[in-house]
């Protein structure tokens, strides 16, 4: 009977080192399984990494180029079409300015030496280049359009009632400065009524009005980058140009509607024409 048990625990652990070694291959087994697999995984991720860095780089460098390209675009696109804005209104106020100090100028510098009043003669010696200078200057002057219609009425009496002004002059007044007095208002009533027919000339037709408003179109028109721009501003600087002919013109002998129309499709036409091809030229 001792036999026999010792014989069955023997077969007992026999059995059982049997199983625990299955075990243990089999355990081993799936642990190679597994580091073979996770060494085939990282050695795909490692292979696929660097075209997907390549993908990754060259798109980022397409986007890149991309959004360059775009901002160069908008930026010349910007700069070929616009117009100098803030350039052109300085241009003007300094034109404006310098037109009326200097007018002021010569009015201050010859306001002791002006001579006796005269509606059909002339303040300045039109025989010598200073006095034509000075009439000009004076008859361009910016500040003539800051008066009333009311205050160019007014002058215009002045001016009609210089003999009476003339022969009782106010207590607080010489002589020389009644002269003086009836030439300014001469100039203030000349440079906003037409001297045949009364009627009041608009503001930017005038000679007064001549630096104010045709001067931004003279600086709108050689500052534009584009054809279209150019010819654009050219026929506004022309029509502008015939307006202020027209208004300034002789009314003692009146001209047809068509030799005004004649006149100012030639005009126009021969100032376009001029334009583009110096525009073309330019270009070539």
């Not at 002021?104 to 009043?117: D, G, I, K, L, W």
């Amino acid at each position: 009977m001792s036999v026999r048990f010792i014989s069955k625990v023997a077969n007992l652990i026999k059995n059982t080192n049997a199983n625990a070694n299955a075990t243990v291959n089999s355990i081993a087994s799936k642990s190679v399984i597994s580091a073979s697999s996770s060494s085939t995984t990282k050695a795909t991720l490692k292979a696929a990494a660097p075209k997907n860095a390549a993908s990754a780089s060259k798109a980022t460098s397409s986007a890149s180029a991309s959004a360059t390209n775009t901002i160069t675009s908008a930026n010349t696109t910007a700069s070929s079409s616009s117009i100098p804005i803030l350039q052109t209104a300085f241009a003007a106020t300094a034109g404006i300015a310098t037109v009326a100090l200097t007018a002021m100028t010569v009015e201050n510098v010859t306001a002791s030496s002006v001579p006796n009043f005269e509606p059909t003669a002339q303040r300045f010696d039109q025989s010598t280049f200073v006095g034509r200078f000075s009439k000009m200057v004076l008859g361009c002057d910016p500040v003539l359009l800051t008066y009333s219609q009311a205050a160019t009425l007014n002058s215009k009496a002045m001016v009609q009632d210089y003999q009476n002004l003339l022969l009782n002059l106010p207590a607080d007044m010489t002589s020389t400065q009644m002269h003086r007095a009836l030439w300014e208002a001469q100039r203030i009533a000349s440079a906003s009524l037409h001297p045949d027919t009364g009627d009041v000339i608009p503001a930017p037709f005038r000679m007064s009005g001549f630096v104010p408003f045709n001067g931004p179109i003279c600086v709108s028109m050689v500052a534009s980058t584009s054809t279209p721009a150019l010819l654009m501003w050219a026929w506004i600087n022309q029509s502008q140009n015939a307006l202020v002919n027209y208004y300034n013109r002789n009314a003692s002998s009146e001209m047809t509607n068509k030799t005004l129309m004649t006149s100012y499709g030639t005009a126009v036409v021969s100032a376009l024409t001029v334009a583009f091809g110096l525009a073309t030229l330019i270009r070539k």
